[in-house]
């Protein structure tokens, strides 16, 4: 899809006016719709889909890039594909005005929060992987990480800011692809989560560490430490073949299996072998 330098002012014009926002709300999407918390999300188009191919995810791996959650659900209509290129565009070719019209989207809600005398929690890299504290803050002067009624969350394959943002109001999940298993167990040894890919089903144990469903809501700040998040594959995932997700074909050893019990384990265990 070609963006024009028409349809990337149009945008810059709209955000301007307010009439269009960077922020979405958690409503519309199928997993952030699941959280307790009233949640917003932005999404971009992900790594080098730009038309400057600038990489909106340094830490990301030729697996991933094929599966990315872009393609699943919403992501895939030409309308969210448009919007998403848009506010890429904007982001690449006006940067500074970008950076100020989020930090304002993000002041905006956290004066909401304060007034409803609650929390909201924002993911900013829906389909990115950026670190927009630091690049607000540069550009800006202003720590996002200061309003006092947001929380954040992310997903991310840069391990350096895993630890950089750990006990602060920054939650990030280490996400496994298909060649940074070592780092994964590093984290999760120290206590820390990974989120891993499986299709079709989420096992309830996996390469030694408990697994816990991360298909329930996306409130990844609250998860145990030290587990594994499992997350099942959508979109161009399901047809992955570089590894980036986990094939586990067994239900009995699934959550989902081991959550129904045994008798429903042994039933279908059963009816497997029956000629
Ligand atoms: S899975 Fe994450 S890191 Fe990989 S391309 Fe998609 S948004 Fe970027």
Same mark, same amino acid.
């Given at each position: 899809?070609?963006?024009?330098?028409? $349809?990337?002012?149009?945008?810059? $014009?709209?955000? =301007?006016?307010?009439?269009? !926002? +960077?922020?979405?709300?958690?409503?519309?999407? /199928?997993? =952030? %719709?699941?959280?307790?918390?009233?949640?917003?999300?932005?999404?971009?188009?992900?790594?080098?889909?730009?038309?400057?191919?600038?990489?909106?995810?340094?830490?990301?791996?030729?697996?991933?890039?094929?599966?990315? =959650?872009?393609? /699943?659900?919403?992501?895939?209509?030409?309308?969210?594909?448009?919007?998403?290129?848009?506010?890429?565009?904007?982001?690449?070719?006006?940067?500074?005005?970008?950076?100020?019209?989020?930090?304002?989207? +993000?002041?905006?809600l956290n004066i909401q929060a304060i007034l409803e005398n609650t929390q909201y $929690?924002i993911? +900013?890299?829906?389909?990115?992987?950026?670190?927009? &504290?630091?690049?607000?803050?540069?550009?800006?002067?202003?720590?996002?990480? #200061?309003f006092s009624n947001l929380i954040?969350?992310?997903?991310? !394959?840069?391990?350096?800011?895993?630890?950089?943002?750990?006990?602060?109001k920054?939650?990030?999940?280490?996400?496994?692809?298909?060649?940074?298993? #070592?780092?994964?167990?590093?984290?999760?040894?120290?206590?820390?989560?990974? $989120?891993?890919?499986?299709?079709?089903?989420?096992?309830?144990?996996?390469?030694?560490?408990?697994?816990?469903?991360?298909?329930?809501?996306?409130?990844?700040?609250?998860?145990?430490?030290?587990? &594994?998040?499992? +997350?099942?594959?959508?979109?161009? %995932?399901?047809?992955? !073949?570089?590894?980036? &997700?986990?094939?586990? !074909?067994?239900?009995?050893?699934?959550?989902?299996?081991?959550? /129904?019990?045994?008798?429903?384990?042994?039933?279908? /265990?059963?009816?497997?072998?029956?000629?």
């Amino acid at each position: 899809m070609t963006i024009t330098k028409e $349809a990337i002012d149009n945008r810059l $014009a709209q955000l =301007l006016r307010g009439d269009k !926002k +960077l922020l979405h709300s958690g409503n519309d999407n /199928a997993k =952030l %719709a699941k959280n307790s918390v009233e949640s917003y999300i932005l999404n971009l188009s992900p790594f080098t889909q730009n038309s400057k191919g600038t990489n909106l995810c340094p830490g990301s791996t030729p697996g991933c890039q094929t599966g990315c =959650l872009s393609t /699943a659900g919403h992501g895939r209509m030409p309308s969210v594909v448009q919007t998403r290129l848009l506010n890429t565009e904007v982001f690449i070719h006006h940067r500074k005005f970008f950076l100020n019209r989020l930090l304002d989207e +993000l002041r905006a809600l956290n004066i909401q929060a304060i007034l409803e005398n609650t929390q909201y $929690a924002i993911r +900013l890299n829906g389909t990115s992987d950026l670190e927009w &504290v630091r690049l607000i803050q540069t550009m800006t002067g202003e720590n996002i990480l #200061d309003f006092s009624n947001l929380i954040y969350y992310d997903y991310t !394959k840069i391990e350096n800011w895993v630890h950089k943002y750990f006990g602060t109001k920054y939650h990030l999940t280490f996400s496994r692809s298909e060649t940074n298993w #070592d780092q994964c167990k590093k984290l999760l040894d120290s206590g820390l989560n990974v $989120a891993v890919v499986f299709h079709p089903y989420i096992p309830y144990q996996y390469g030694g560490y408990p697994v816990i469903s991360g298909e329930e809501n996306d409130m990844r700040f609250t998860d145990p430490k030290g587990v &594994v998040v499992g +997350l099942l594959a959508k979109g161009k %995932a399901k047809q992955d !073949k570089r590894g980036f &997700v986990v094939e586990h !074909k067994d239900w009995g050893s699934s959550i989902e299996g081991w959550k /129904a019990g045994p008798e429903e384990r042994i039933k279908r /265990a059963t009816q497997t072998l029956l000629p």
